[in-house]
């Protein structure tokens, strides 16, 4: 089964906020760990809030702590547990992020959105990365609770890390979230009824074997109901399973080449070990390729969208181009019409120069002749004179 290796707690207060938790890490490595703390240091609050993520609504309350005294303000606290998976599958961080509610309309006191990261090496998504802090050097601070759930929708979507968040006050979401879980080896029913009774009071482990003085009493009132509980979901498997094994009993009895069979094929499973571990590393290397494979069909996207804005780009420029041909030719049959009517024009006006000019030269003509006639006149006028001024001096001799 999965086992707890590691465990975080950011911006968590207790003991009437006395005591407050700013980005804590505890490693455990997958093992069995113990955690001493003097009286009052919190051993039971750690307990109500590392199971908090992992049993249902009203099952969060611990004896007569109530689970939302410890969020007193809108800034978001976080519960982050991370589990190794079996058979070297990686591992898987489930966690919470958590406040008290803005909204006054609904009777939720909290504002719980919990996620679930699964990833098979370091990465953002992982415990000690998850960046819902940000820090300098002065001081350490806490991302907004909207920041965070866009953080974590924006990690939903995308392909390659698997990465899940669900909204427990949305009934729906809360159910896909304990269903998720379960895929992991993670059963709330479990932690409801074993663990979480087991922490109900401060001496809860000690009345346990006080009720259950061996094991026979401890697997009998503890853990047999919890497994017949797992089993039922929704027929009696416990019953089932009690009819298989009469089943067996009698086929064993008659039929001991059957028994032959099963150690036949106990033989083979052992012997198809390496066959099965070769098969997973090809299963990881084929999730691997799987990855750059993505990674190459994004670049060959890109680059087709590339293409197809410079093909775009080039049409546009062709047609530009088209149309500047266009006005340049209209241009030129333009210049050429003006310079064609302006040799008219100019022909036109040189004609009626021409015209004038020989208008010009008649009247000079005429006005020559005019002047002629009136020299002739005025030369018959003098001898007409001359020739009565000898006649009166012949007169007077």
């Not at 039971?44 to 702590?65: C, D, I």
């Amino acid at each position: 089964m999965s086992k707890i290796n590691a465990i975080r707690l950011v911006n968590v207060n207790y003991n009437h906020n006395s005591i407050h938790i700013s980005d804590e890490t505890l490693h455990f490595n997958g093992r069995s760990t113990l955690i001493s703390l003097q009286n009052g240091g919190g051993k039971s609050v750690l307990v109500q809030l590392l199971t908090a993520p992992f049993v249902q609504k009203r099952y969060r309350n611990l004896n007569e702590r109530s689970f939302a005294s410890y969020f007193t303000t809108y800034k978001p606290s976080f519960i982050m547990v991370e589990w190794v998976l079996e058979d070297d599958a990686g591992y898987c961080l489930t966690g919470m992020m958590v406040r008290k509610s803005q909204n006054m309309d609904n009777n939720e006191e909290l504002e719980l959105i919990n996620f679930i990261s699964e990833y098979t090496e370091p990465c953002e998504q992982d415990i000690n990365h998850l960046p819902v802090v940000e820090s300098d050097k002065k001081e350490l601070r806490i991302k907004s609770f909207n920041a965070c759930h866009k953080m974590f929708d924006e990690y939903k979507k995308e392909r390659i890390n698997k990465f899940f968040c669900y909204d427990m006050n949305n009934s729906a979401q809360s159910r896909q979230y304990f269903a998720k879980l379960a895929e992991y080896g993670i059963d709330y029913r479990e932690w409801q009824n074993i663990i979480k009774k087991i922490n109900e009071e401060e001496s809860g482990l000690s009345k346990l074997f006080a009720e259950c003085k061996d094991e026979k009493g401890l697997v009998e009132k503890w853990f047999l109901d919890a497994v017949e509980n797992k089993l039922n979901k929704d027929n009696n498997r416990m019953q089932e399973f009690r009819n298989i094994l009469e089943k067996y009993i009698t086929t064993y009895n008659e039929n001991s080449n059957k028994i032959q069979q099963q150690e036949k094929l106990i033989a083979f499973q052992q012997e198809a070990t390496p066959i099965l571990t070769f098969g997973k590393e090809y299963e990881a290397s084929s999730a691997t390729v799987a990855v750059k494979l993505n990674k190459i069909y994004e670049c060959l996207a890109e680059l087709n969208r590339f293409a197809t804005k410079n093909e775009t780009e080039i049409a546009v420029s062709n047609a530009e181009l088209d149309a500047i041909g266009k006005q340049l030719v209209h241009l030129l049959h333009e210049e050429f019409s003006s310079n064609f009517y302006h040799a008219e024009d100019k022909k036109e006006a040189l004609i009626v120069l021409k015209e004038d000019n020989e208008q010009q030269s008649s009247q000079l003509e005429e006005q020559s002749q005019l002047w002629e006639r009136r020299r002739h006149i005025l030369d018959c006028a003098d001898l007409q004179e001359r020739l009565n001024e000898e006649m009166c001096w012949n007169y007077k001799e």
